[in-house]
C-alpha cells in the first residue's frame, strides 16, 4: 500500500500548480482550468483518506465534489460568455468596472 | 354602596366637560351657543358647586374618602414594595372647604363674566371659557389629588390655563408677554417642586398625602422614621431630619412659584394684563392659593421639620411688608390690589410656618371671599370707565355705582382687618399664633411677627388709598362724570361676596372663645376631624411650637387685637386725611428717590432680567459650548476616523480579480502561518 504521505505531497502539488495559474494568468478560461486542478487537488486528499481508513464515505464526497466542478464551470462558463459581450475581450484585468 | 362621594370626580368632570364643549364651539367658527358659550360653563360650575356642598355636608357629618380612582402605572423598585402612580380622590374637611370655595369663586366669575366680556362685545369667547373650564376643572383635580404626583400634574395644568388666559387678548404686546413671564417664573419654581416629587418617591416610596395603617401616607412616614419605625432612603449623606428639610424646601420651590411669594412674585402683577374676572379667578382666590393649600395640604410633612418651618415664615413674613410697600405707590387700580394678594399670601405662609395651620386656612377662605370681591368690583370699575385703570382718572363714583362701591367698601375693610369684617379676624388669628409661638424661644417667627404686623398699616393705607381715590372726591375726568352703567350680572356676584367677604369671619371666633369660653371656632373644629393623621391636633403634637404668653392668654389676645386693629386703624386715618378730598394730589410723590424705589419695584424685574442675561445666558452658552465641543467633538471624531480610514481602506478594491485572488491567497497563508505558531508545529 502507498503511504499517504505520497498522495499528500501530489494533491500539495497539484494545489500549488492551481493556486499559482490562478495569480500569474489573466485569461478568464484558464482561471476556471486553474479552479478545476485546486478542487482536484482536495479529490485526491479525499480519496487518499478514504482509502487509507478504509471507509467510503471520502469517495462519495470526492463524486459530490465532481459534481460541484461540473456545475462551477457551467457557471464559470456563462460568465465568462457575458464577460466577453461586454468587454469584447476575456482578460480579467481589463473588467475593473466595479470598483470605488 | 353608593354614596355621594361616587360623584366625587364629577366635580371635577363638569367644568371638563363645559371646557370641551366651548373647544368645540372655538373650533367650529361658528356662533353655535348662546353667549359665546358661558351657559355650559355657568351650569358645570353650579353643578360642582352643588356636589361640593353636598360633600362638605358628608364630611361634616364625619365621613371622609380616599380612594384611587386609577393606577396608571406601576413599577418596581429594587428594595421595596414597587412604586404605584396613581389618580386617586381625597375628600376631608380641608380639601372639602376647599372645592366650595373654588367652585363657588368659579361660578361668580363665570357669571360675572356674562356682564365683562359678552356684555362689553369681545370677541373669541368661546376661547375665553375654554380656558375657564379648563382652569376650574384642573384647580378642582389638584384640590382632591390624593398624591403628591397627581397635585404636581394638576399644578402645572393650572399654570397652563393662567398662561392661556393671561395672554387672552394676545394682539395687544402686553398681555402675550406677561403671560410668558407668568408661565416662566412660576416654571423655575415647578422645577424645583418637581425634583421634590421625585425625591419624595425615592425617599418614601409613596406620594400618598394619607394611607392605611399598613401603608401610611409619606408625612406620616416621615414621622416614622424620625423615630426610628421607618427606613427612609435619605440621600446626599444626609441624617433624616436634615434630608427632609432639603425635600420640604424642594416642594416650597413650587409654592413660592404659584403663591407669588418673594422672589418669585414678579409674575402676579404682569398677569393683571388678563381680563379682570380671570384675575379675580385666578390670581386671587384660587390658583395662587394653590401654593398656599399644597403646604397646608403636605402640613404633616412641614411640621416635622423646624427649619422649613422657620424658612416658610420668615418668607411669608416679609412678602407681606415687601409686597404691601410697592403697592401704595401704584396708580392702576388692579396693581395695587395684584400687590396686596402678594401681600396676604405672605400672611398664609407666615401663619403656617408659624405653626398657625388653622389660621393660614382660615384667611385662604376669607381671602378668597374678598380678594374675588375686589378685583370683580375693580372690574365692574374698569367696565364703568371704559377699561380706563389708573385711579387717578376716577374719583366720585360712589354715588353713580352704590352697589359696586358698597360692596367693594366691605372687601376693603375686610382686606385691610378692620373690625368685625372677615380680614380682621383671620389676620388677627395669624399674628396671634406667630406671637404666641414666637415668644417661646423662636425668634425667626418673631422676625415674621414684626414684618406681618409692620405689613397692616401699610396695607390699610393703600387699600383705603385706593377707595378714596376711586369712589370717592370729585369726578377727575369725562368718564367718571358719567360711568358706563352695569347690569345685574356684575351686581349679583359683587353682592354675593360682599356678604360673605363681612360674615365669613363667623367661621372661626377664635379670640371670642378665649374670651367667653363659648365653642365659636368652627373652623378649628372642622379641621380637626377626618383622617387622624391630618387633624389640627395631630399638626399641634409633631409640631415644634409651643406657646407663652403675655401675662395670660386672655391679655395676649385682647392684646394683639387691639395693636393690630389699632394700626390697622391708623393706616385707614393717614389714607383718610391725604386722600379723602375734593381734589386729592400725589403724597407718595413727597418720597422723592424711595417713592421710584416703590414704583419699579424694587428693580426686582431687573435684576431678574440681569440675572438671566448675566449669569444664567452664560452659563446656557458655557454648557452650549462643552455640548458642542466635548460631547459632539467626540461623537464626529469618532465618525470622522472612520470616514477617513474607509477613504484610505476602500481602495483596495481594485476590481482586478487576480489581486482578489492574491489577497485571499496571502489571507489564507497569514492564517496557516498563524495557525501553524499557535499551534506549535512551525517554529
Known amino acids: 500500500m502507498v503511504p499517504p504521505q505520497y498522495y499528500l505531497l501530489l494533491a500539495a502539488a497539484v494545489f500549488c500548480i492551481g493556486v499559482f495559474g490562478l495569480l500569474t494568468r489573466r485569461n478568464a478560461l484558464l482561471f476556471l482550468m486553474s479552479v478545476e486542478l485546486m478542487l482536484n487537488a482536495a479529490n485526491i486528499n479525499l480519496v487518499a483518506f478514504s482509502y487509507y481508513w478504509g471507509n467510503v464515505t471520502g469517495q462519495t464526497f470526492g463524486l459530490f465534489t465532481m459534481a460541484l466542478a461540473a456545475a462551477e464551470v457551467a457557471i464559470g462558463i456563462g460568465i465568462i460568455l457575458v464577460l466577453y459581450r461586454n468587454f469584447h475581450e476575456i482578460d480579467v484585468t481589463e473588467a475593473t468596472t466595479m470598483r470605488w | 354602596m353608593a354614596g355621594i362621594f361616587d360623584f366625587g370626580p364629577a366635580i371635577v368632570l363638569l367644568p371638563f366637560l363645559s371646557f370641551l364643549i366651548a373647544v368645540g364651539t372655538a373650533l367650529s367658527g361658528r356662533d353655535l351657543l348662546p353667549k359665546g358659550g358661558a351657559i355650559p360653563g355657568i351650569a358645570a360650575t353650579a353643578g360642582s358647586l352643588v356636589l361640593s356642598i353636598a360633600m362638605a355636608a358628608a364630611v361634616a357629618g364625619g365621613e371622609v374618602y380616599d380612594e384611587t380612582i386609577y393606577t396608571w402605572a406601576v413599577g418596581a423598585v429594587p428594595g421595596s414594595t414597587g412604586l404605584e402612580l396613581t389618580f386617586g380622590l381625597l375628600i376631608d374637611p380641608l380639601s372639602s372647604m376647599m372645592l366650595v370655595i373654588v367652585t363657588l369663586v368659579a361660578l361668580l366669575v363665570h357669571v360675572f363674566s356674562l356682564g365683562y366680556m359678552n356684555d362689553d362685545g369681545q370677541t373669541g369667547l368661546p376661547r375665553y371659557y375654554a380656558g375657564l373650564g379648563l382652569f376650574t376643572a384642573s384647580m378642582l383635580g389638584f384640590v382632591v389629588a390624593d398624591n403628591l404626583l397627581m397635585a404636581f400634574m394638576f399644578f402645572e395644568l393650572v399654570g397652563l390655563c393662567s398662561y392661556l388666559l393671561i395672554g387672552f387678548h394676545f394682539r395687544e404686546p402686553g398681555p402675550p408677554s406677561a403671560a410668558k413671564k407668568a408661565f416662566l417664573v412660576t416654571r423655575f419654581g415647578d422645577y424645583f417642586f418637581l425634583v421634590g416629587v421625585v425625591a419624595v418617591f425615592a425617599t ?95 402640613y404633616g410633612f412641614y411640621a416635622v421639620s423646624p427649619t422649613a418651618l422657620g424658612v416658610i415664615a420668615l418668607v411669608g413674613g416679609f412678602t407681606a411688608l415687601f409686597a404691601g410697600t410697592m403697592g401704595i405707590v401704584k396708580r392702576e387700580l388692579k396693581q395695587v390690589l395684584a400687590y396686596s394678594t402678594i401681600s396676604q399670601y405672605g400672611y398664609m405662609m407666615l401663619a403656617l410656618g408659624a405653626g398657625g395651620y388653622v389660621a393660614a386656612t382660615f384667611h385662604l377662605l376669607t381671602h378668597a371671599f374678598f380678594k374675588a370681591l375686589l378685583f370683580l368690583g375693580a372690574g365692574s370699575v374698569i367696565l364703568a370707565m371704559h377699561h380706563n385703570e389708573n385711579m387717578w382718572d376716577m374719583g366720585g363714583l360712589k354715588d353713580k355705582m352704590p352697589v359696586t362701591y358698597y360692596s367693594f367698601l366691605a372687601g376693603s375693610l375686610a382686606l385691610a382687618g378692620i373690625f368685625p369684617f372677615a380680614g380682621f379676624w383671620s389676620k388677627d388669628e395669624i399674628l396671634f399664633e406667630t406671637l404666641i409661638h414666637g415668644l417661646n424661644g423662636q425668634p425667626l417667627l418673631l422676625i415674621g411677627y414684626v414684618f406681618g404686623l409692620l405689613a397692616v398699616p401699610v396695607t390699610a393705607f393703600y387699600t383705603f388709598r385706593m377707595v378714596f381715590l376711586t369712589f370717592h372726591g370729585d369726578a377727575r375726568t369725562e368718564q367718571a362724570e358719567s360711568p358706563e352703567s352695569v347690569r345685574w350680572n356684575v351686581k349679583g356676584p359683587l353682592a354675593v361676596l360682599g356678604v360673605l367677604a363681612t360674615v365669613a369671619g363667623a367661621v372661626n371666633l377664635a379670640p371670642v372663645r378665649v374670651l367667653t369660653g363659648a365653642h365659636v371656632d368652627f373652623l378649628h373644629a372642622w379641621l380637626d376631624g377626618g ?153
Do not use: C
Open chain 2, 204 to 298: 418614601f416610596g409613596t406620594a400618598q398625602f394619607v394611607g392605611t395603617e399598613a401603608a401610611p401616607g409619606f408625612p406620616v412616614l416621615a414621622e416614622q422614621a424620625l423615630h426610628g419605625e421607618f427606613a427612609a432612603n435619605t440621600f446626599l449623606g444626609l441624617a433624616p431630619q436634615a434630608w427632609f428639610t432639603v425635600v420640604g424646601l424642594l416642594v416650597l420651590g413650587g409654592v413660592i412659584g404659584k403663591s407669588a411669594q418673594f422672589p418669585l412674585h414678579t409674575w402676579l402683577p404682569d398677569a393683571m394684563e388678563g381680563p379682570t374676572p380671570v384675575s379675580a379667578l385666578i390670581h386671587a382666590a384660587t390658583m395662587v392659593a394653590a401654593g398656599v393649600y399644597l403646604v397646608a395640604r403636605m
Open chain 2, 531 to 683: 383622617f387622624s393623621d391630618l387633624t389640627v391636633h395631630h399638626y399641634e403634637e409633631i409640631g415644634p411650637y409651643s406657646s407663652a404668653y403675655i401675662g395670660g392668654e386672655v391679655t395676649t389676645v385682647l392684646l394683639g387685637a387691639a395693636v393690630s386693629l389699632g394700626l390697622a386703624l391708623l393706616g385707614l386715618g393717614l389714607a383718610y386725611r391725604l386722600y379723602a378730598v375734593p381734589e386729592p394730589v400725589e403724597h407718595t410723590d413727597k418720597l422723592g428717590a424711595a417713592k421710584d424705589l416703590l414704583y419699579d419695584n424694587y428693580y426686582q424685574d431687573e435684576y431678574q432680567v440681569y440675572l438671566a442675561n448675566r449669569v444664567v445666558l452664560p452659563l446656557a452658552r458655557a454648557a452650549d459650548t462643552f455640548d458642542q465641543g466635548v460631547v459632539d467633538g467626540a461623537v464626529n471624531a469618532v465618525s470622522s476616523v472612520s470616514l477617513f480610514s474607509g477613504s484610505r481602506i476602500r481602495r483596495i478594491q481594485t476590481g482586478v480579480v487576480s489581486n482578489y485572488a492574491a489577497l485571499v491567497t496571502l489571507g489564507l497563508t497569514a492564517l496557516l502561518v498563524v495557525f501553524g505558531v499557535l499551534g506549535g508545529w512551525l517554529l
